[in-house]
C-alpha cells in the first residue's frame, strides 16, 4: 500500500510525518514534540473548517499554542464519543466524502463518521504497520472464519469492512461468515452450526486459518463443540485469531482473557501467542492490538488519558477512569479527542518487548438502550 497524501501538504505536515511512521511501539516518548505539533495542526484544521468545533474551541477558551508538553494534552477539548450518535459533524465537503461507516449493528442509534481518503487510508497503514510489526503478513494460501455480519449490498456497518479488510494479509483460500445475511426480511442470523463445520473442513484443508470478528461469538462457537462431544481440532500452528468488538450487551456470558484463550487452545490447538484482541471504534480508528502477552500497547500515532469518572480530571497510571482517545490523524471530523464510555486503567509496566505504555479495558460505564455492532450480535447469538 502507498502511503496516503494529506488534504494539504503545507497545513498538515507533521501529521503526516507522524502518522506514516512505519515502526508503531519505537521511541515512543521521543515523538511527543511532532505528536504536539501535529495535534495544533490537527485543531487549527477543525476550527477553520468546522462551525461546531468552533465554538466548542472558543467556548473552552482553548488555543493550540497552548500545547507546550505533553501533559498539556489534557487539557484539549474532547467529544463523547456517544455525540456522534445523534449528530452528523464533519469538515470536509460531501464531495470529499470518501467512505462513511456507522458503529451500530441491526438496532439502536448509529454513531456516523465520514471519512476523507487520508483518513481512512492512514488508519489502514496504521494496521499495515503493526501486522508487519508481529510479522503477520504471509504469503501462504489461508482459510477465514469471520464473526462478522456478512455483506449485505451497501452495506456501512463498521465492523464488518474492518474486517474484510484484515484478509488481505494472507491470500484467501476460503471465506466463511459466522453471521449470515438470509436477505432483508429476516436480516442476520448467527449460523453456530454452519462455523462448526467450517472449522472441521478448515482442519481437513491442513492451511492455516484466521479467525476474525465479535468475541462473543467464538466463544459461544467454541463452547458449543465443548458442549456437542466434538474432538479438539488441530488447526495450522501458524493460524491466527484476532478478535474485536467486546461483548458489550452479553457481559453476563464473558469470560476472562486466560479462560477464552485456554479453551482455544484446547479445541483448535493454536498457540496463545497466537490468539489476540483488539481495541478501536469507529469514532477512533487507531488500531491497538494486544501484544504477546495480551496488553494494549499505545502506538505513537495516539495517546491515551484516563479520566476520573467524577470530575474528569486526569488520573495517574494504575487508576481507573474513562478512556480518553487522542490523535492527530482524523482530518474528515473534529474527533481528535474522544472520550469513550469505557471504563480503562492505563499502565507503563509490561513483560514484552514493546517499550510504549498501555491500558486495560475493565467494562463500559453505566447502562445506555444504545446498542454497538456488539450489543445487535449478542441479541443475535440469544436467538440460537
Keep these: 500500500m502507498s502511503n496516503p497524501q494529506v488534504p494539504d501538504?503545507?497545513?498538515?505536515?507533521?501529521?503526516?510525518?507522524?502518522?506514516?511512521?512505519?515502526?508503531?511501539?519505537?521511541?515512543?516518548?521521543?515523538?511527543?514534540?511532532?505528536?504536539?505539533?501535529?495535534?495544533?495542526?490537527?485543531?487549527s484544521w477543525h476550527y477553520k473548517r468546522n462551525e461546531f468545533y468552533k465554538r466548542l474551541i472558543d467556548s473552552e477558551r482553548f488555543e493550540g499554542e497552548a500545547l507546550k508538553s505533553a501533559e498539556d494534552l489534557e487539557r484539549v477539548p474532547h467529544i463523547l464519543s456517544n455525540f456522534f450518535k445523534y449528530h452528523e459533524v464533519k469538515s470536509i465537503t460531501d464531495e470529499n466524502v470518501y467512505l462513511h461507516l456507522t458503529s451500530s449493528g441491526t438496532t439502536g442509534q448509529k454513531s456516523q463518521i465520514f471519512f476523507d481518503e487520508w483518513t481512512i487510508k492512514s488508519a489502514q497503514k496504521m494496521v499495515d504497520s503493526i501486522f508487519h510489526s508481529y510479522n503477520w503478513n504471509s504469503e501462504e494460501r489461508t482459510n477465514y472464519l469471520?464473526?462478522?455480519?456478512?455483506?449485505?449490498?451497501?452495506?456501512?456497518?463498521?465492523?464488518?469492512?474492518?474486517?474484510?479488510?484484515l484478509c488481505k494479509y494472507a491470500p484467501v483460500n476460503e471465506v466463511h461468515y459466522g453471521i449470515r445475511y438470509l436477505g432483508k426480511e429476516e436480516g442476520h442470523k448467527f449460523d453456530v452450526f454452519g462455523c462448526i463445520e467450517a472449522l472441521k473442513k478448515f482442519e481437513r484443508d491442513g492451511i492455516p486459518v484466521r479467525v476474525f470478528g465479535f468475541p462473543s461469538f467464538f466463544f459461544f462457537t467454541l463452547s458449543k463443540m465443548k458442549e456437542l462431544g466434538i474432538e479438539p481440532l488441530k488447526l495450522s500452528k501458524n493460524s491466527l485469531v484476532f478478535l474485536g468488538g467486546?461483548?458489550?450487551?452479553?457481559?453476563?456470558?464473558?469470560?476472562?482473557?486466560?479462560?477464552?484463550?485456554?479453551?482455544?487452545?484446547?479445541?483448535?490447538?493454536?498457540?496463545?501467542?497466537?490468539?489476540?484482541?483488539?481495541?478501536?471504534?469507529?469514532?477512533?480508528?487507531?488500531?491497538?492490538?494486544?501484544?504477546?502477552?495480551?496488553?494494549?500497547?499505545?502506538?505513537?500515532?495516539?495517546?491515551?488519558?484516563?479520566?476520573?469518572?467524577?470530575?474528569?480530571?486526569?488520573?495517574?497510571?494504575?487508576?481507573?477512569?474513562?478512556?480518553?482517545?487522542?490523535?492527530?490523524?482524523?482530518?474528515?471530523?473534529?474527533?481528535?479527542?474522544?472520550?469513550?464510555?469505557?471504563?480503562?486503567?492505563?499502565?507503563?509496566?509490561?513483560?514484552?518487548?514493546?517499550?510504549?505504555?498501555?491500558?486495560?479495558?475493565?467494562?463500559?460505564?453505566?447502562?445506555?438502550?444504545?446498542?454497538?455492532?456488539?450489543?445487535?450480535?449478542?441479541?443475535?447469538?440469544?436467538?440460537?
Excluded at 33 to 43: G, R
Excluded at 146 to 165: H, I, R, V
Excluded at 332 to 352: F, T, Y
Design 146 to 165: 469471520l464473526f462478522t455480519y456478512e455483506p449485505e449490498e451497501g452495506s456501512k456497518l463498521g465492523t464488518a469492512y474492518t474486517d474484510n479488510f
Design 9 to 43: 501538504e503545507k497545513e498538515l505536515r507533521a501529521i503526516s510525518e507522524l502518522c506514516l511512521k512505519e515502526n508503531p511501539y519505537q521511541n515512543f516518548h521521543e515523538t511527543d514534540e511532532l505528536f504536539l505539533t501535529a495535534m495544533k495542526e490537527n485543531i
Design 246 to 384: 467486546g461483548w458489550k450487551g452479553h457481559q453476563d456470558k464473558a469470560i476472562s482473557k486466560s479462560e477464552f484463550y485456554s479453551l482455544c487452545e484446547e479445541m483448535l490447538g493454536i498457540p496463545n501467542e497466537r490468539l489476540r484482541d483488539g481495541f478501536g471504534s469507529v469514532e477512533h480508528c487507531i488500531p491497538y492490538i494486544e501484544c504477546e502477552k495480551h496488553n494494549f500497547h499505545i502506538p505513537v500515532w495516539s495517546r491515551v488519558l484516563i479520566r476520573d469518572v467524577e470530575s474528569l480530571k486526569v488520573l495517574p497510571d494504575g487508576e481507573i477512569g474513562y478512556l480518553n482517545l487522542i490523535s492527530p490523524y482524523i482530518t474528515s471530523a473534529p474527533a481528535n479527542s474522544i472520550l469513550m464510555g469505557d471504563l480503562a486503567v492505563k499502565r507503563s509496566d509490561c513483560d514484552c518487548s514493546l517499550n510504549t505504555p498501555w491500558f486495560e479495558i475493565l467494562g463500559r460505564a453505566g447502562i445506555s438502550k444504545n446498542k454497538s455492532c456488539a450489543v445487535a450480535a449478542s441479541e443475535l447469538i440469544g436467538k440460537v
